[in-house]
């Protein structure tokens, strides 16, 4: 047994329920690097894989494609594009690539899952948003917080009341990453800075539990050499007057925790990208509920399960595209707030 299969998660007839509630479509991933990587090993562990894998780097695909027994090697995006075996496009390659890949998969008439931040910015996400529905496709964010069966159920239990009305979220998120001006998270070509990498995720996260998307926001960033941000704090609130603070930064290590504080007590989780658990402290009564769903190590799989169900009909992709939308326009408005904008942007 390799080293894959021994670190697979055991997939259950339950989670076969949520994950396989629609027909199994044909996809094709557009880059081949580390999430690539474990999108591979998702479809694995439901004995499936990608029919196609693209990259600029042909030796890269190649190892790829023989890695995960991938019949189809493209040499060119136009290949992608043209070939009519092919009915989901998996963007995993930089965030600078997002949108011309988006507008090209749209345009041949495949739906499209895409690797989080989905682009760079409001307008590009709105007008291929509108290409989507004007070709009766899905556009769909790959980001886990909106995928995961935890979540989900927490908004449903939000919605029926049972932990109150939420005043308050506080969202951290930190990791440490030598500057390196030609890395993925520092080339302002690239997409690079905390908010696009790892901001996306605290944003996802808020917008969940706020019965809207704010409306008033400030913040604070620190730059990096690049120009892009190194780290960052942004307060925000909406028309019901609920309250979120975020904190990010990609200089030192902080705790990827939420706290999410109602009239009834206190929802709190770690590790909330893939979580698959909370607690809920009650108040006055000082009980302690630990709420379980979904299995983090199956985050990919539930991503891939929301695009087929979304495609068969599903109508949870509305709400999942909307909040995508919030995320971009908070994200956006922030950075354009610090007067930073990427190459190419107006």
Not at 30 to 55: N, T, W
Not at 281 to 293: F, G, H
Request: proline share 3%; with cysteine; hydrophobic share 40%.
């Amino acid at each position: 047994m390799n080293q894959q299969t021994a670190n697979r998660v055991e997939v259950t007839s339950e989670d076969l329920l949520i994950l396989n509630r629609a027909p199994q479509l044909r996809w094709v991933t557009l880059g081949c690097g580390l999430i690539a990587h474990e999108m591979a090993e998702a479809l694995a562990q439901q004995g499936r894989k990608f029919a196609g894998a693209f990259s600029r780097t042909p030796s890269k695909v190649q190892k790829f494609a023989q890695r995960y027994g991938i019949e189809r090697v493209y040499t060119s995006i136009d290949e992608v594009m043209a070939d009519p075996e092919i009915d989901v496009v998996y963007i995993a390659t930089p965030h600078n690539t997002h949108a011309q890949f988006i507008r090209a998969s749209l345009e041949a008439g495949k739906h499209v899952m895409c690797e989080k931040a989905i682009t760079l910015n409001i307008t590009q996400l709105n007008e291929l948003q509108a290409l989507a529905v004007n070709k009766g496709l899905v556009l769909m964010d790959s980001c886990t917080i909106l995928h995961m069966p935890l979540y989900k159920e927490l908004r449903r239990r939000l919605e029926a009341g049972d932990f109150g009305r939420v005043h308050l979220a506080q969202v951290n998120f930190g990791s440490f990453h030598e500057f390196d001006a030609a890395s993925r998270f520092f080339n302002p070509e690239l997409g690079g800075g905390a908010m696009l990498d790892i901001g996306v995720y605290a944003f996802s996260l808020v917008r969940t539990f706020f019965s809207s998307t704010p409306t008033e926001l400030v913040s604070l960033e620190n730059s990096a050499p690049t120009g892009v941000d190194d780290e960052c704090a942004i307060a925000m609130r909406n028309a019901e007057g609920q309250l979120g603070v975020i904190t990010l930064t990609l200089q030192a290590k902080q705790p990827k925790r939420y706290v999410i504080a109602t009239d009834k007590g206190y929802l709190e989780g770690m590790e909330y990208p893939r979580a698959d658990v909370a607690t809920f402290r009650k108040w006055p009564e000082n009980t302690v509920e630990t709420i379980k769903l979904g299995k983090r190590d199956l985050a990919l799989n539930y991503v891939v399960a929301d695009l087929e169900a979304a495609v068969a009909g599903e109508k949870d992709a509305a709400r999942i595209n909307a909040w995508s939308s919030d995320v971009m326009k908070l994200m956006t408005d922030s950075r354009y707030a610090w007067g930073f904008r990427f190459p190419g942007e107006e």
